[in-house]
T-cell receptor, first 115, second 113 residues
Framework: DQQVKQNSPSLSVQEGRISILNCDYT??????FLWYKKYPAEGPTFLIS?????DKNEDGRFTVFLNKSAKHLSLHIVPSQPGDSAVYFC??????????????FGSGTQLTVLP | DGGITQSPKYLFRKEGQNVTLSCEQN?????MYWYRQDPGQGLRLIYY???????QKGDIAEGYSVSREKKESFPLTVTSAQKNPTAFYLC????????????FGPGTRLTVT
């Protein structure tokens, strides 16, 4: 049972345009959402996050939107640059006691930004 | 330079052998994690540890074992009981102040034939 889904395995966008990556989740206990970026043969790097008490978080060219009623979040990259080409993973976490948090990841979307 | 190191980057083993993957961090993070990534799939949690000498099973712990004798180190042993051990293994850590934001190592690609 996939609790976090990224239904688009790939996305191609022209340089300078907006990239929109989507993610859906089913577990209503998730209270924190993150996006990670991954290059081949490397570990993912944290990009941006959002708490469930917010509906938008912005960091430079990256903005994450959360629609709790639809259990949907999206990552907008504006403007897209060729260096943004990577696999983007959506991840979600539920409240848990202790210092560790279990993240549930989606299957990833390969973004290709065309020059 | 703080970070997470995983060694080796590529590892080859024969079926039936146990193999231990190394993970070291100098970020002074309390929590550490092991994930597995298979082609076309997201990361799946194998084990995690909140403090030294304590660890919990993740979603796919069968066939794996871990230890946490030092804060900096969280080695993962892939045992012969793991049915499909060939995968990309990622270690991560996090700090109590920002537990959701996990920092990942470069990964180890394990191939078992």
């Amino acid at each position: 049972d996939q609790q976090v889904k990224q239904n688009s395995p790939s996305l191609s966008v022209q340089e300078g345009r907006i990239s929109i990556l989507n993610c859906d989740y089913t577990n209503s206990m998730f209270d924190y959402f993150l996006w990670y970026k991954k290059y081949p043969a490397e570990g993912p790097t944290f990009l941006i996050s959002i708490s469930s008490i917010k509906d938008k978080n912005e960091d430079g060219r990256f903005t994450v939107f959360l629609n709790k009623s639809a259990k949907h979040l999206s990552l907008h990259i504006v403007p897209s640059q060729p260096g943004d080409s990577a696999v983007y993973f959506c991840a979600a976490s539920a409240t848990y006691s202790g210092s560790a948090r279990q993240l549930t990841f989606g299957s990833g979307t390969q973004l290709t930004v065309l020059p | 330079d703080g970070g997470i190191t995983q060694s080796p980057k590529y590892l080859f083993r024969k079926e039936g052998q146990n193999v231990t993957l190394s993970c070291e961090q100098n970020l002074n993070h309390d929590a550490m994690y092991w994930y597995r990534q298979d082609p076309g799939q997201g990361l799946r949690l194998i084990y995690y540890s909140q403090i030294v000498n304590d660890f919990q099973k993740g979603d796919i712990a069968e066939g794996y074992s871990v230890s946490r004798e030092k804060k900096e180190s969280f080695p993962l042993t892939v045992t012969s009981a793991q049915k499909n051990p060939t995968a990309f293994y990622l270690c991560a850590s996090s700090t109590p102040g920002r537990p959701y934001e996990q920092y990942f190592g470069p990964g180890t690609r394990l191939t078992v034939t």
